[in-house]
């Protein structure tokens, strides 16, 4: 389920939600704009998480995509155990629980 909100776009990320009138911001934690791009490659917030997925160390932007991320079942399940991992923090950070 966190899958399908990361990947569509929807769900509890700011941008989504400022534009709908559901938060006062679209900022992430961080202070750049939450979307997706931002939450999988780019959230300094999250570097754990990339890291314990293993994540391929990508070279520059243009290497990355989501169609590589799911272009194999390997790192399908990758992003997916990243997704679930980063919305276990998120939740938890919303509640004020410190790591």
């Known amino acids: 389920m966190f899958g399908l ?5 929807y769900g509890s990320m700011n941008e989504f ?9 679209d900022l992430c934690g961080c202070g750049r704009v ?4 931002h939450i999988v490659f780019e959230c300094g917030l999250y ?13 520059g932007e243009e290497e990355k995509r989501f169609e590589r991320l799911l272009k ?20 938890r950070m919303r509640e004020g629980v410190k790591e």
């Open 72 to 91: 194999s079942k390997e790192m399908y399940e990758r992003l997916m155990r990243f997704v679930e991992r980063v919305f276990k923090k998120r939740r």
């Open 17 to 25: 939600l400022n534009k709908r009138g559901r938060s006062d911001t």
């Open 34 to 37: 939450e979307n997706v791009w």
């Open 5 to 9: 909100f990361l990947l569509t776009g």
């Open 47 to 59: 570097d754990e998480e990339r890291k314990s997925c293993e994540w391929p160390g990508w070279i």
